[in-house]
Nanobody
Framework: QLVESGGGLVQAGGSLRLSCAAS????????MGWFRQAPGKEREFVAA????????MYADSVKGRFTISRDNAKNTMYLQMNSLKPEDTAVYYC???????????????WGQGTQVTVSS
């Protein structure tokens, strides 16, 4: 089970930190990722992190503003979002998978999502 938290309403230029708590499985064996879905749009890749916290990848739209991290001892993944823009408004989902990938179909389990709204 994956449970996201930390979403909310923030002004443009502000920051939020999302968390994804995992239970029921051995967290450290999985690649973790964040995706988002804006109203009327397809769900898209945001960021991914390797099992051992060494490798990360980001969508071009968030590179330099967002930071993904994980704490395997706490079975938790984070997404630090800085310099937020109105176009970052979306439901953010965390996911776990077996492949270090930006492709949604490579992810096996998904959370329910948390809403992030950035006002201009």
């Amino acid at each position: 089970q994956l449970v996201e938290s930390g979403g909310g309403l923030v002004q443009a230029g502000g920051s939020l930190r999302l968390s994804c708590a995992a239970s029921g499985r051995t967290f450290s064996v999985y690649v973790m990722g964040w995706f988002r879905q804006a109203p009327g749009k397809e769900r898209e890749f945001v960021a991914a992190i390797s099992r051992n916290n060494v490798f990360t990848m980001y969508a071009d739209s968030v590179k330099g503003r967002f930071t993904i991290s994980r704490d395997n001892a706490k079975n938790t993944m984070y997404l630090q979002m800085n310099s937020l823009k109105p176009e970052d408004t979306a439901v953010y989902y965390c996911a776990v998978g077996g492949s270090y990938s930006s492709v949604q179909s490579d992810y096996l389990y998904w959370g329910q999502g948390t809403q992030v709204t950035v006002s201009s």
